[in-house]
């Protein structure tokens, strides 16, 4: 195989085990129902809740050799969670976070992450493919040969080793790098080991350097049994010199027996040792550290007391300055309020001076306005009366040069008229230039120089009667003119007389204006103290700065000189208290800094102290941590699982490994010791149980199926190997040497073992004898060896496994038997085997007292006698059949030392290798075909309760057909919907329930008959107590089976019964008419 093919295997192993690490699901384990627990004060922690579970032996057991789970289930929530006490009777969980009702008791389970197992075996397959161990990288996935071991001369303390034992342990001493002992069942392998370390012990010892062996397994059961093999006392009555320690949680050995080899209980007494060592010191200064931890708390005290009492003067001194500031407020408040009293009045006194002040400059304005308009008119008039005079004037003026006109006329007229008279020729005067050129023109003017006499004279006439009007005109006209002026003066007199009124009108408004003013002014003045003495918010400065103006009002003048003086003294006595006050605090405050210089002197004391403590500590801490190492760097063989090895490698070199149990260990598990060890010795037997890998999950199975070779064990592969090598030869024995003596089993037993198992190479020793006495009861006698209880009893599936609760009841009975026979003492040589999980609980939950578990964990033990209960009678999985079927059979029959029974079906027995089981049984013991008083459980139908004598089935077959044909009804959903809101489950039932209801017939669907089976009918008619059963098309031969028994128990019970076929549906009225009719 080159290098790559090695890296190649490699790494198809780390991929298998990054699948496993990536769909491992949690380990469950039930603890059932935990009860709240209110934590103390000491142990409060706001983010964890306690919880106290009450357990059994089988879960204290489980924890306490399983990893501390950190995952629990509460109610179906996952919180994070610590154990903080675990014994066989109770279980104390701190649950981080926990938000449910603490009111209420839940189921809980813890989720155990089993991941970290496979992280481990990848580290170690990585460390191998980091060529950090080349040679064990090409011996396990190369082609480098083995080189196994050298025969070497040894003593032996064990006198009674046979042959093969006495060779085994030759070579495993002179091991050069990898030894394989073969070692059947009860061959002695475990016996061999302690043999081994001491002649290596003895043989290797280089430089003065001691070499430690480590004693590992993939259980912690095959651990202990090596562990007591070691421990036992040789035959010449001396024990093993060699310092044997068994390391790591899960141990089944009694603390008290194997104190002197259990880790724990060399740590606890290291732990004392220091403990003892340190702790006198650490008492003396954690007692100093008392003494002056609690003079600093005295010192504290008083501080904290002068605190309290400058506090409570502070506080007295505050009350007292409140109540006089309080008192100064009210004061001022009183104060002020009398000044807002006082300043509202005045500026209201003002405010309504000023609205009459107002009011009367009104009325003034409207006087003066009305004056104003008086003067107006009779300026007007006066001007009118004036123009009017001088037009009057005028008009007399006019007539008085009318007047002269027409006298000038009238003389004219007069003087042509004597002219006439004197000269009655017309134009006499003219024509003979009598007349004077002015006269002459005159009479031109008036055109009187071409009148004649009469008309002259008529013209005079005229001009007098014009005259006369125009006098009589000029008299109207100059007594108008009297008149108006009269009237005129008058006018002027009474306007005179509104102008002075007027201008008293102007003066009282600008009076009373001025007063407004005033007074708008003065009310401006006392608002704006008003203000400032609202705004001063009891302030008395602001008060008094405010009103100083008010000193000069007599009426306030003494209430704030009387204000001032009051408020004066109450300041008086603020500043007198807060004077006391700060001297008080003054001499509380110097008490206060001794103090905390004295606390400051003991701080340091005690910081060295401190310093002292952790350096102690520290030491102590060291001596603490190198427990592990001191413990195990002192001892010669270190016991422990291959798992817990990996927790070794930083703390001691070790030369040799001898791994037990090695044909049960897979590969990388194998190489966590290993790729540490110089050398290894592998005990083990590929041809009994090989690795559990679990192989549910759909992304491991398809890889397993390609890669077959990784279900092989480091035993199987390196056999494989040795026995491939081209130089192998069968009786050489340097590489692999098998144990061919048993002392296990009687010879009927090993026998069967040997041929079927081992090709008969595997002999019986002859000091084999029998503890059990012969008897006529075949099964608790001596003889026969074997018995196979023929019987095929019902079972029933749980989750992934299987039980069979008659194959139960039958092993009690056998038990009882034997404890009939021997007594109780019996049932420590008793172990039930079973390959289910789930028939091995409910065997411990009927048979506390026995020892009992699956196959798989029974490898590496035994019992005097053995009942192996498959479970299973008909249905056979992986576990019945192949190399897994084999091996686990091998192990089944090989735990018993005087005593096998089988329980087995007749199809069991037809299986390979259970057909040669059962054909020598039946040569060499007694097959129990026949149902027996004792054994046989007394099984009723849990439905009818008749005695069952075939007991492969849960029912009678008339219960079991009733049943089918129940579920196959059962399996169809109430789908259709009748008119009266019942649901059915066909159409055929909807016209027959619609049909019911329609002719108001009472009726129940699908009602118990009052019988002990779980019947149903389809329909029950409580008024004809008469029942309906649909039957529909009956499609098979065993259905039409099925319903003749259902008709049988109607019949046998005496019910009443109307059957309706498919065909009744045509004429569903007459044929239940019919049948109705009849009851």
């Given amino acids: 195989i080159s290098m790559t093919d090695s890296l190649k295997k490699i790494d198809d192993y780390i991929e298998f085990k990054n699948l496993q690490i990536n769909h491992t699901p949690f380990e469950k384990i039930e603890i059932g129902f935990g009860k709240h627990v209110e934590l103390n004060e000491n142990e409060t922690n706001e983010n964890f809740t306690m919880f106290k579970f009450t357990i059994d032996k089988q879960i204290f057991e489980r924890l306490n050799r399983s990893i501390r789970p950190k995952l629990i289930e509460i109610a179906g929530k996952k919180y994070e969670c610590y154990i903080l006490d675990l014994n066989k009777n109770h279980l104390v969980v701190m649950v981080q976070n926990y938000d449910g009702d603490t009111n209420k008791n839940h189921k809980a389970r813890f989720l155990l992450d089993m991941s970290f197992i496979f992280k481990k075996q990848k580290d170690a397959l990585e460390y191998l493919k980091n060529d950090r161990n080349p040679s064990l990288r090409d011996l396990v996935f190369g082609d480098a040969k083995i080189k196994g071991g050298e025969q070497i001369e040894c003593t032996y303390e064990n006198k009674r080793l046979n042959e093969s034992q006495k060779k085994a342990i030759s070579y495993a001493t002179g091991v050069k790098d990898i030894y394989l002992i073969w070692g059947p069942p009860g061959t002695g392998k475990t016996t061999i080991v302690p043999e081994i370390i001491r002649n290596y012990s003895k043989c290797f010892i280089s430089g003065g350097k001691k070499q430690i062996i480590i004693v590992c397994g993939w259980t912690n059961t095959a651990i202990d049994n090596i562990v007591q093999k070691l421990c036992d006392e040789n035959d010449n009555g001396t024990k093993n010199t060699k310092k044997v320690i068994r390391y790591g949680n899960g141990t089944t050995l009694d603390n008290e027996k194997y104190e002197d080899v259990l880790y724990v209980s060399h740590e606890k007494r290291c732990i004392d040792e220091i403990d003892g060592k340190y702790d006198t010191e650490l008492t003396e200064l954690n007692s100093k550290n008392d003494k002056i931890r609690q003079k600093i708390k005295d010192s504290e005290n008083r501080i904290v007391n002068l605190k309290n009492q400058i506090s409570k003067l502070r506080e007295q001194s505050d009350v007292a300055i409140k109540d006089i500031k309080h008192q100064i407020n009210l004061d001022i408040k009183k104060l002020n309020d009398s000044l807002k009293s006082f300043f509202e009045t005045e500026i209201s006194k003002g405010q309504k001076q000023i609205e009459l002040y107002t009011n009367e400059l009104a009325n003034l304005k409207i006087e003066f306005g009305s004056t104003l308009k008086n003067i107006e008119e009779l300026n007007k008039t006066s001007t009118k009366y004036e123009s009017l005079i001088n037009e009057s004037k005028n008009e007399i003026s006019k007539l008085k040069n009318k007047e002269s006109e027409l006298l000038d006329i009238l003389d004219i007229i007069e003087q042509y008229l004597d002219f006439i008279k004197l000269n009655k020729i017309k134009y006499l005067f003219y024509l003979k230039g009598l007349y004077s050129p002015q006269f002459l023109k005159k009479l031109m ?15 005079k006439t005229n001009v007098e009667e014009n005259l006369i009007t125009l006098y009589s005109n000029k008299s109207d006209v100059s007594a108008t003119i009297s008149e ?119 701080e340091k004391k005690m910081e060295l102290i401190n310093q002292n403590l952790s350096s102690l500590k520290v030491n102590k801490e060291k001596e603490m941590e190198n427990i592990t190492s001191l413990i195990l760097n002192h001892c010669d063989v270190i016991a422990t699982t291959i798992f817990e090895t990996s927790k070794l490698f930083k703390l001691i070199d070790f030369d040799l490994t001898i791994m037990d149990e090695a044909g049960a260990v897979e590969v990388p598990n194998a190489l966590i010791p290993m790729i540490e060890s110089k050398k290894v010795i592998l005990l083990g037997d590929h041809k009994q149980l090989q690795p559990i890998i679990r192989e549910e999950k759909l992304h491991i199975r398809p890889y397993l199926d390609n890669h077959k070779y990784m279900k092989d064990s480091i035993f199987k592969l390196l056999k494989s190997k040795i026995d491939k090598a081209d130089n192998h030869n069968k009786a050489d024995n340097h590489n692999i040497l098998m144990l061919d003596e048993q002392y296990r089993m009687r010879n009927d037993i090993g026998d069967f073992v040997s041929q079927i198992f081992y090709d008969g190479e595997l002999k019986a020793s002859n000091n084999l004898s029998s503890t059990l006495s012969a008897s006529s009861d075949k099964v608790v006698g001596a003889e026969p060896q074997s018995v196979w209880f023929l019987r095929e009893f019902w079972n029933e599936k749980v989750g992934k496994s299987y039980r069979s609760r008659l194959e139960v009841e039958l092993i009690i009975n056998i038990v009882n038997q034997f404890k009939k026979e021997y007594g109780n ?19 411990k939950d009927k048979l506390p007292e026995i020892e009992c578990g699956t196959v798989h964990k029974f490898q590496g033990q035994q019992s005097k006698i053995i009942i192996f209960s498959p479970a299973e009678s008909s249905r056979f999985g992986p576990l019945f059949s192949g190399d897994i079927g084999k091996t686990l059979l091998n192990v089944a029959v090989s735990r018993a030392q ?37 054994y046989d459980p007394n099984y009723k139908c849990p439905l009818c309760g008749i005695i069952m004598y075939n007991q492969s089935y849960e029912f009678c077959r008339e219960c079991g057909e009733i049943k089918k044909l129940q579920n196959r009804k059962f399996n169809e959903k109430k789908i259709y919907k009748c008119n009266d809101g019942d649901m059915v489950r066909s159409n055929g039932e909807v016209r027959i329930d619609d049909w019911l209801s329609e002719n108001k017939i009472e009726h129940i669907y699908e009602q118990k008959l009052p019988i002990s089976h779980l019947l149903y009918c389809d329909w029950y008619l409580p008024k004809y107590n008469v029942y309906i059963e649909f039957w529909g098309s009956i499609h098979s031969i065993d259905e039409g089976a099925k319903r003749k028994y259902k008709e049988k128990v109607y019949k046998k019970n005496g019910f009443k019964l109307i059957n309706l076929e498919n065909d009744d549906l045509l004429n569903l009225n007459d044929r239940l008419n019919h049948e109705l009719g009849k009851l």
Avoid at 524 to 534: F, P, Q, R
Wanted: glycine residues 2%; charged residues 30%; proline residues 1%.
């Fill in 898 to 934: 005087e005593k096998f029974i089988i329980i087995g079906s007749d199809k069991i027995k037809k299986l390979p290798n259970y057909k040669e089981l059962y054909e020598h049984i039946a040569k060499t013991g007694w097959i129990c075909d026949e149902i027996t008083e004792y």
């Fill in 484 to 602: 108006m002026c009269k009237l005129n003066d008058d006018i002027k007199k009474r306007l005179h007389d509104e102008e002075k009124t007027n201008r008293i009108l102007e003066a009282k408004q600008s009076s009373v204006k001025q007063e407004i003013e005033t007074k708008n002014e003065e009310s401006k003045v006392l608002l704006g103290h008003l203000v400032s003495i609202k705004k001063a918010q009891l302030d008395e400065v602001s008060i008094f700065n405010n009103s100083h103006h008010l000193i000069e009002i007599e009426a306030f003048k003494n209430h704030l000189l009387d204000s001032q003086k009051s408020i004066g003294h109450e300041r008086a006595k603020i500043i007198d208290i807060e004077t006391e006050l700060t001297s008080n605090l003054k001499i509380y405050a110097d008490q206060v800094g001794i103090l905390n210089d004295t606390n400051q002197i003991l």
């Fill in 445 to 459: 003017k008036y055109e009187l120089h071409k009148k004649d006499y009469d008309s002259t004279y008529f013209y």
């Fill in 825 to 843: 003492r019996i049932t420590n040589d008793i172990a039930v085997i079973t390959p289910f999980a789930e028939q091995s609980k409910l065997i």
